[in-house]
């Protein structure tokens, strides 16, 4: 069993900067790879970027890549992604995921947090 909690959400101008932290529990967090959604209100949830149990594969979506980056540091049993060069359609509700699988590119998961909210003003 993997817990997670997110945050590191806020209010920012579209081209700034915000860091998103997920804590988790559980012993077997550094065995599972760990994941980034995003989901705005009438929207399917959006998968943003993953990272594998060793912290040396990642995959992006388009929209993000280059911008964002994830990373994650098993000592502390913890995943972040660094938002960069925000802008107004990266409003969202962001979520972490964890999941024993180790395909990055299989977008389902079994462990989710609660989200952390990221509001970007044009």
């Known amino acids: ?18 860091r998103l932290s997920c804590a988790g529990s559980g012993r ?10 995003r989901q705005t209100p ?14 040396g594969s990642t995959y992006y979506a388009e ?13 502390k049993n913890a995943v972040y992604l660094q938002m960069n060069s ?6 969202a509700v962001y979520y972490c995921a ?4 180790a395909i990055l590119v299989l977008l389902t998961y079994d462990y989710w947090g609660q989200g952390t909210q990221v509001t970007v003003s044009s």
């Open 86 to 91: 925000l802008k107004p359609t990266d409003t």
């Open 42 to 55: 009438g929207k399917e949830r959006e998968f943003v970027a993953a990272i594998s149990w060793s912290g």
């Open 63 to 75: 929209s993000v890549k280059g911008r964002f980056t994830i990373s994650r540091d098993n000592a």
């Open 98 to 101: 964890a999941d024993r699988s």
């Open 1 to 18: 069993q993997v817990q997670l909690v997110e945050s590191g959400g806020g209010l920012v101008q579209a081209g700034g900067s915000l």
């Open 28 to 37: 077997t967090f550094s065995s599972h790879k760990m994941g980034w959604f």
